[in-house]
C-alpha cells in the first residue's frame, strides 16, 4: 500500500458539504491517528462557484474521471444527478459516501447491486438520524440479531413542528411558520410534512434489517399536515403527538408505517423533543435498543459524514474497501409484506357527534358490534352549540374492525360531524 | 488468503459463553453472509469439564498455542489469569474478543500496548453497556467528534435495585433480595453496589473518549448501599434516584465521578429502568447522542460478543485485523484529572434537625454564607418526634461551597442530627 494520502472528491457544497469540509479540516491530526494517512478534500464540485476557488470543479465528471481521487461524497441530494454519481463513482473503482436516503430507497437495488459487483463500498450513515450511528449499530452492533421491530422518530422537521403544537398550545399553520424561520423547515416542506422523508428512511432500516429491498410504495404513510391542535390539547395529559415510522415482524409479513402516534409520557420517544431524532430497534436476543441524537442540522450531518469518510478510509488503505460486504443485500430474497392497515394496537378516537340524546349509545353500539372494546369514553366539552367531542381509548384491537366502524359511523351523516380522528398509541 | 473458516477458542463457559455458543451456532447462515467464510467455535476451555466433550480443552494455554485457532474469546471474568489470556493471545498472533471490563480497566496500558505492538485486534463491546453498541459509537459513529461529555447509567444491578426501590416503595435491603432472586445481583454484590463495576466501565469510555488510560482511581466513586427509601419517598414526584457515572471535559481538566443522582423525570435516564442501560456521550459538533439496551442477561452481552466475533472475522478474513489500530491509545499522553469534588451544580439536600426555633434560620444562614443558594426548602414532616426533615434543592453551585457548608453544619451537632444527604440533580 504506497498511498500517500486518501483523496475526497466532494460533490454538492451546501450547509452539509461546507460542515463536511469544516469539520475534516479541523480534525486532521485525529483524522490522521485513525486512518495512518491524511485524508484530505482534493476537488469539490457545486452547481455554482465557490469560494474555495484552489478546490473547484464544475463537472461532477471530472471527479469521477480523476484516477487520484479515493472517494466521492455525493451530497447533492434528490434522485438526479445523485444517482448517476453514486452508480458511475462505484464503476470508476471508488468508494462512495452519501447522506441521501431518497436515492437510497428509491435504488436500492441499483446502488447495491453495482456495489457488489464493483467490490467497492457505500456508507451512508449520515441518511438516516442524522448523527445516530443507526445504520453501523444495525449492520455491525446487532451483526447477528434477528431484528423484530424498529420503530422511529426519523425526521427533524415534523418533530420540530409536533414540539412547538404541545409545548405552546399552537396550530400547526403557526408551528411550521416557527420551524421554517429556526430552519428546521424548507419553504416547502411537503416531502418532511406528508411523511415521504421518514418513509425513506424507514425503507433504508428495514431493507438493512431484513435483508432485502422494502420499497416506499408498501409503507401506508401519513402525514402530519391534517393534525388539529386540539387533539394536541386533549392528549397532553397522557402523553404527545410524533410521527413514527414503524416496520414490524408480523406471522404474515413485515408491516409498515408511517403516521402520527400518541405516544404515552413514560414511553421514551415522549422525551424526543424539537430537531432530535430516536429509532428503537427490538431484536430477538439483544431486546430493545435505542439510539438516540440530533437528526437535522449541519454539525450533526456533517460529523455523521465525515465518520463515515473516517471509517471507509481506513479501509481503502488497506485496499479492503467493498472487498466483505456491509450491506447483506440479496436481490432475489423475497420479503413478505403485510398488506397497509391489517396491523392493531391501542387507539385514540375522536368522534365530534350530534348533541342529543341516544348518540353516544349508538355509536358505543357500533363500535361493540365491530370488536372494539372500549378501555375509556370522556366528553372533554370543550365545544359549544350543536356539536360535542367523545374521546375514546380503545384496548387492543384489530385495525380492520376499527375501520369497518368509522366506515358505519361516517355513513351515518346525521350523528357523526366531521371526520373521526384516530391515533395508535405508544406506550 | 485461503482459510477456509475462522476458527474461534472460546473461555469461560459460563452463562455468557454458554450464550454465545448458542447464538453463534444458531446465526451460522447470517454469519457466512457477512463475513464470506464460516466462523466456528473450535474448542472450549473451563475449568470444569462441559457437556461438550468434542470441545473440551482442560488448559487454555493449549488454545493459545492452537495454530488453527484465530480468535480467543475471553470469558472468565476477573483479573487473572484473565489479563495473561489477553496478552499471550495477542503475542502469539491472535484476535480478542472480550467482555471483561475489570481486567480492561486496570491493565488497558499493557494491553493495547500489546495489541498495537504485535498489530492485533481486540474488541470489546459487551465489556459496556452490554448489548448497547457503544464502544464502536465512539470509536466509529463519531469517529472525529471531540467528545465533551459522557454519562450513563451503566450497572444493570443497582439500576434493577434502584427501579424496585421506586416502584415498591421498599428499602435497599429488600430490592437488593428482589435483585438477588431475578438474577441480576450476585450473592456478593459488592463491586455494583458500591460502583466499582460502573467506575471500571467509565473508565473504559472515557479512556475511549480522551485517548488516553483514565485509571479507576482518578474516578470519585459512591454506591447505593447507603441510600434511604426515605429520600427515594421524597423525591419521587419530581424524579427518581439513578446511580450515574459522569466524565466531563472542564477547562481544569476531566471531572469523574460515580454517584447516586435525582435524575428529573423529563430527563431520558428517568425512563431507564431495570435492567437497561444508557450512554449520554455529548461532542462538539454533533450534540448529544443516547444509546439505550439491556446492560445485563445472557442473551443481550453474548449477542453483543457474537457481533464482535463477526466484526473481527471480518478483518481477520482479509488478514488486515489490528493493521488500522481500533483504540487510539498513546501511552505518553498526559490527560488532566480534575480533583474529586471540584465541579459543581444542582443539589437535592436532606438536613434532620433539632425541632426547636431558630434551626431553620441557623441552616440557611450556613448555606447563605458559604454561597448555597436555595431554589425551594420544604419541610415534608413525615418524621415525628424531636426531630425534622428538611429538603433543600439548590441552585447552581460550587460543590466545595456546598462541602464547606455541611461541614460547618456537621460541626454544630446540637442541630443536625444525622449525617446530610447530598444528591446531584440531573435535569
Known amino acids: 500500500m504506497n498511498k500517500k494520502q486518501i483523496n475526497v472528491g466532494l460533490i454538492g457544497y451546501g450547509t452539509v458539504g461546507k460542515g463536511v469540509a469544516r469539520i475534516l479540516e479541523a480534525n486532521q491530526k485525529i483524522v490522521l491517528t485513525k486512518v495512518g494517512k491524511n485524508v484530505r478534500i482534493k476537488s469539490i464540485c457545486d452547481r455554482n462557484p465557490i469560494d474555495r476557488a484552489d478546490l473547484y470543479v464544475k463537472n461532477f465528471k471530472d471527479i469521477i474521471r480523476d484516477p487520484e481521487i479515493d472517494l466521492v461524497v455525493e451530497l447533492i441530494g434528490g434522485y438526479e444527478p445523485a444517482r448517476t454519481i453514486i452508480i458511475e463513482s462505484l464503476k470508476a473503482g471508488k468508494s462512495v459516501v452519501t447522506a441521501n436516503k431518497a436515492v437510497l430507497a428509491k435504488y436500492w437495488d441499483q446502488i447495491f447491486t453495482t456495489a457488489q459487483d464493483e467490490q467497492k463500498a457505500i456508507y451512508y450513515e449520515a441518511s438516516v438520524g442524522g448523527v445516530i450511528p443507526v445504520v453501523q449499530g444495525l449492520n455491525e452492533g446487532l451483526a447477528v440479531e434477528e431484528i423484530l421491530e424498529i420503530k422511529g422518530i426519523l425526521n427533524g422537521t415534523t418533530n420540530f413542528i409536533l414540539s412547538k403544537m404541545t409545548k405552546e398550545g399552537i396550530s400547526y399553520e403557526d408551528a411550521l411558520k416557527k420551524a421554517q424561520v429556526a430552519g428546521f423547515a424548507e419553504a416547502d416542506p411537503s416531502f418532511d410534512v406528508n411523511g415521504i422523508d421518514t418513509a425513506n428512511k424507514l425503507a433504508i432500516l428495514a431493507s438493512l434489517a431484513w435483508g432485502g429491498w422494502i420499497k416506499v410504495k408498501n409503507i401506508a404513510t401519513k402525514g402530519i399536515s391534517n393534525l388539529q391542535a386540539k387533539d394536541v390539547h386533549l392528549t397532553k395529559d397522557i402523553g ?97 409484506i403485510l398488506p397497509a392497515g391489517d396491523s392493531g394496537g391501542e387507539y385514540y378516537l375522536r368522534f365530534t357527534l350530534a348533541d342529543k340524546p341516544g348518540m353516544l349509545a349508538k355509536l358505543c ?45 361516517k355513513s351515518l351523516k346525521s350523528i357523526v360531524k366531521t371526520n373521526p380522528v384516530k391515533l395508535k398509541i405508544e406506550k
Open 365 to 409: 353500539g357500533i363500535l361493540g358490534e365491530n370488536k372494539v372494546s372500549i378501555a375509556s369514553l370522556t366528553q372533554p366539552n370543550i365545544n359549544k352549540g350543536d356539536f360535542a367531542d367523545v374521546v375514546i381509548l380503545t384496548h387492543k384491537t384489530q385495525n380492520s374492525n376499527l375501520e369497518n366502524s368509522i366506515k358505519k359511523l
Open 240 to 336: 404527545c403527538i410524533k410521527l413514527v415510522g414503524s416496520a414490524i415482524q408480523t406471522k404474515n409479513g413485515i408491516d409498515l408505517s408511517v403516521e402520527p402516534r400518541l405516544v404515552y409520557h413514560k414511553h421514551t420517544f415522549a422525551t424526543v423533543d424539537n430537531e432530535y431524532n430516536a429509532i428503537m430497534v427490538r431484536g430477538k436476543d439483544c431486546g430493545d435498543v435505542l439510539f438516540y441524537g440530533k437528526g437535522a442540522g449541519q454539525s450533526p450531518a456533517a460529523s455523521a459524514v465525515v465518520s463515515d469518510i473516517v471509517n471507509l478510509s481506513k479501509f481503502i488503505v488497506t485496499n479492503t474497501a467493498g472487498i466483505v460486504t456491509d450491506v447483506i443485500y440479496n436481490r432475489n430474497k423475497k420479503i413478505k
